[in-house]
């Protein structure tokens, strides 16, 4: 049965299930607009998903058929993977904002197998050892992994401008860019009266005229803000693009951003909503500072991003750590790596190969 959560004032969030993944589920939200209902993130494209988001909306009290919008906070699968099949059933548009486009764009032209061979180039660089590139070389070979499962990513029909109201009819709702988690992440920022605050608004003029002040409205966060997870922070792999981005810069920045809105009520895309926006944005930017700063105690001694990664501290021992998590792993520390570099912290060793860094 679909878990529904009624956040009153036209909002519900649908509890979207993730097959063998121990997020669990995707929060995908429901926003009731003067045109019709609105989807905030439409969760994992598997049938047991797709048939608790059309339960889900049942419960909200629409059809799947009334949806008129889809808004996707980020390109990820888990909140992206059924707009195709909500479009389909709908008419729905589909919405996202540029840079996310781009990465679906890259994903459904990719040339089969081509990101196999991006990626053991990629970690050839980073320094990882032969036993682990050896698979990698192996699938490309033979082309394993390379075959697309499933129906490919919805190309979106509309942009999401970063500052700008979405144009839903009867309700003010806001783009905020935060880019971080993937180049084009957007929170969405319902700048209403929170419901929970009805007495104090009684008597009040319209939200607008009292224009954001402190605590104010509701955030939907994507996976920008979560309560209790840290969220993945790695390089925006564009195999095309030779831009030096740096993506923990990126979201740290967006971090402060969010800390400065002080929403009211944060509505996160995984686990439960939350109220101290405040509190968990100081949280997180206390934990990066802290991993940046035994980073740079690691990197006394040069050390490829690998490296770094196998001494860095993970939720548990290295040798636990499942293949292609590993990955994920690396990534994580050269995001660290560019961000440290960026900040004069850390250089490349000149004439290494793979190349090592160490702490300026
Ligand atoms: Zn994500
Ligand atoms: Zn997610």
New binding site residues.
């Given amino acids: 049965m679909a878990q529904v959560i009624d956040h009153r004032g036209g909002v519900w969030s649908i509890a979207v299930p993730?097959p063998d993944n121990p997020?669990g589920h995707?929060l995908v939200h429901l926003l009731e607009t003067d045109r019709g209902p609105v989807l905030i993130d439409t969760g994992w494209d598997d049938p047991d998903s797709w048939d608790t988001l059309v339960a889900g909306v049942a419960a909200c009290g629409f059809a799947v058929t009334d949806l008129h919008g889809v808004l996707i906070t980020?390109h990820?699968p888990?909140?992206h993977g059924l707009s195709a099949a909500v479009r389909e059933a709908s008419g729905a548009w589909i919405a996202m904002h540029a840079a996310d486009t781009a990465v679906v764009r890259r994903t459904r032209e990719a040339e089969p197998g081509s990101w196999l061979g991006f990626l053991t180039a990629k970690l050839t660089a980073a320094g990882a050892p032969e036993d682990h590139l050896a698979p990698l070389r192996e699938a490309r070979a033979k082309r394993h992994g390379a075959v697309r499962s499933g129906r490919p990513p919805a190309l979106p029909d509309r942009e999401i401008s970063p500052g700008a109201l979405l144009g839903l009819p009867g309700r003010r709702l806001r783009a905020i860019w935060t880019p971080g988690h993937t180049p084009g992440h957007v929170c969405l920022h319902l700048e209403e009266e929170h419901p929970g605050r009805g007495a104090q608004a009684a008597g009040g003029g319209p939200v607008a005229a009292s224009g954001p002040g402190p605590r104010f409205g509701r955030l939907f966060s994507?996976?920008h803000l979560l309560p209790g997870i840290t969220?993945h922070v790695g390089l925006y792999e564009d195999p095309d693009d030779a831009t030096v981005t740096d993506p923990l810069g990126d979201y740290l920045d967006s971090l402060e951003r969010i800390g400065r809105l002080a929403p009211a009520e944060v509505l996160p895309?995984?686990q439960h909503a939350f109220t101290d926006a405040g509190g968990r944005v100081r949280e997180l930017l206390a934990h990066h500072e802290e991993r940046l700063a035994g980073l740079r105690t690691l990197l006394r001694d040069p050390l490829t991003p690998w490296q770094l990664a196998v001494a860095m501290e993970w939720n548990r021992p290295w040798a636990q750590i499942p293949y292609g998590s590993r990955n994920i792993a690396v990534s994580e520390a050269e995001a660290h790596l560019r961000h440290l570099v960026k900040l004069g912290h850390a250089e490349p060793v000149p004439g290494s190969g793979p190349t090592t860094y160490r702490a300026v």
Wanted: glycine letters at 8%.
């Fill in positions: 993730i997020l995707t980020h990820h888990d909140h994507g996976d969220p895309a995984h």
